[in-house]
């Protein structure tokens, strides 16, 4: 079974940097999507950036300009470089991958992400 493995989480001051790693541990055929998604305290699940097969990005405004998704197919990792970080990026980052026609996804087991102010 295929595991998403996820790293680079932490605690940072406002302004500073992270960049999230996932990588998958084993090789996924037909990966169509992979992204991150996260979910502040007592607030849904949102999609913060998505990349596709075709290599199109889609961010969600409030990162838009900070945030950078990047994909290495070889190693079926997704990264998420996170610039300018504010408090309210303060979340449980999850990745996902979305392959086949159906399509089926698989699910990172989340890391934490705290900005202070």
């Known amino acids: 079974q295929v595991q998403l493995v996820e790293s680079g989480g932490g605690l940072v001051q406002a302004g500073g940097s992270l960049r999230l790693s996932c990588a998958a541990s084993r090789s996924i055929v037909s990966i169509n999507v992979m992204g991150w998604y996260r979910q502040a305290p007592g607030k849904q699940r949102e999609l913060a950036a998505l990349i596709t097969g075709g290599g199109t990005t889609n961010y969600t405004d409030s990162v838009k300009g900070r945030f950078w998704i990047s994909r290495d197919n070889a190693k079926n990792t997704v990264y998420l470089q996170m610039n300018s970080l504010k408090p309210e990026d303060t979340a449980v980052y999850y990745c996902?991958?979305?392959?086949?026609?159906?399509?089926?996804?698989?699910w990172g087991q989340g890391t934490q992400v705290t900005v202070s102010s």
């Open positions: 996902y991958i979305g392959a086949g026609s159906s399509p089926f996804y698989y």
